[in-house]
């Protein structure tokens, strides 16, 4: 059998890599030939809502699915009958508009921050007014890593975040003074079947994933978490896995985004769980049986940013997992991954300071 994949980034490489062993053959569609996915399938390039390129991996494919979220729901909609392509377009189009993804959880009963959509600079000032000082002006469509994001913390910040982002449909919401940050990544298969994994702590510097540490968070974060999550599955009748990713403040969840694909801060499930995220998302997309997701102990996963450090110095270290995706460096690009696996959090959590003091310098463990 053979998946397409819109999107040959470091996820869809990932994903080959974890469908191999279960018999699969995977195709990309990327615009670049040398993307991380086309060192280890083979490519068809060009643009990712080219008709004919689409048509072509879809004749060849089993199942289309794809690596990013920001893909023309318009264009895969002409693929043909529902079940062609998962996740289902209905998620992907929410995913692709951070207004519609509030309105999915007022309605789904999902606290989310307070905001108000801004298409001029005087409902800029109106929302100012009505979610008051600190906020975040964002872009409804096309953000990720924290670009089309910017702080307002004072009256005099409103000009210049106009200046930066006005145009573009946007979004104004509450700034969360939050205690820490979680995801929670699930599965669900066409054949109605889901699995979670055990909660993600985030850390970002920058709008940036730089942390991930899982199992976390207290079991009543972890059930309340499951329980948004198989609302969501529900709500779309979802195939494939999804993330969403929350604000904890005082004990209580406030969701930030939905991500209708594996996820970064899922990453250390290829070492430190029973199924990975890669291989639930094509069992899910397949209909066959989810595996477990029983953790295999305490992981923590550091992103590698901007450039990738010396190899030698931590592959000379026991049980350091790297993962390059052979990408041309740049500042604040995601490079690679390393993750370890600990007997207990008390273990991770200072082989993850260490290791992060040595890679990262600039982020701190904060909190837990
Ligand atoms: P996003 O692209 O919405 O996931 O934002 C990236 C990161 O920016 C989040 O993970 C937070 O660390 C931070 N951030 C975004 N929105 C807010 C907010 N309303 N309040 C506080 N921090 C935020």
């Not at 905001?115 to 096309?142: N, Q, W």
Request: with cysteine.
């Amino acid at each position: 059998m053979t998946i397409g994949i819109v999107g040959a980034g470091q996820l869809g490489r990932m994903m080959a890599l974890a469908g191999y062993p279960l018999g699969l053959d995977f195709l990309f569609l990327d615009r670049a030939g040398n993307s991380p996915g086309g060192q280890v399938a083979p490519i068809l390039c060009g643009e990712l809502d080219d008709p004919r390129l689409l048509a072509t991996l879809a004749r060849r494919s089993d199942v289309v699915t794809v690596d990013w979220e920001n893909v023309s729901v318009a264009a895969l909609r002409r693929l043909g009958p529902p079940g062609t392509v998962a996740p289902p377009l209905r998620a992907l189009a929410v995913a692709q508009d951070r207004l519609a993804e509030k309105r999915l959880f007022a309605r789904l009963g999902i606290p989310s921050t307070r905001h108000a959509a801004v298409d001029s600079r005087r409902a800029l000032e109106r929302a100012v007014r009505t979610i008051g000082l600190p906020g975040v002006l964002k872009t409804r469509r096309f953000g990720y890593d924290g670009k089309g994001q910017y702080v307002l913390r004072s009256a005099d910040d409103l000009g210049s975040a106009w200046t930066q982002l006005g145009g573009a449909p946007l979004l104004y919401e509450e700034h969360v003074p939050f205690d820490f940050e979680v995801s929670i990544i699930g599965a669900r298969s066409s054949r109605g079947e889901i699995v979670s994994y055990p909660l993600n702590a985030n850390l970002h510097r920058g709008g940036i994933l730089r942390l991930t540490r899982a199992p976390a968070g207290s079991p009543r974060l972890q059930r309340t978490a499951r329980v948004f999550l198989e609302k969501v599955l529900g709500h779309f009748r979802y195939v494939g896995v999804l993330t969403i990713e929350f604000f904890v403040r005082r004990g209580q969840l406030i969701a930030n985004e939905i991500a209708p694909r594996v996820h970064n801060s899922g990453h250390w499930t290829l070492e430190g769980a029973e199924t990975s995220q890669f291989e639930n998302h094509l069992r899910a997309i397949l209909g066959l049986p989810l595996g477990s997701t029983r953790p295999r102990g305490h992981a923590a996963m550091i992103n590698l940013i901007g450039r990738m450090p010396p190899r030698e110095r931590f592959l000379a270290e026991p049980g350091v997992h790297w993962h390059d995706y052979g990408k041309e460096a740049r500042p604040e690009r995601k490079l690679g991954h390393c993750t370890i696996v600990e007997a207990s959090a008390a273990a991770r959590d200072r082989r993850a300071r260490r290791l992060l003091l040595a890679i990262d310098p600039q982020t701190r463990i904060m909190g837990r």
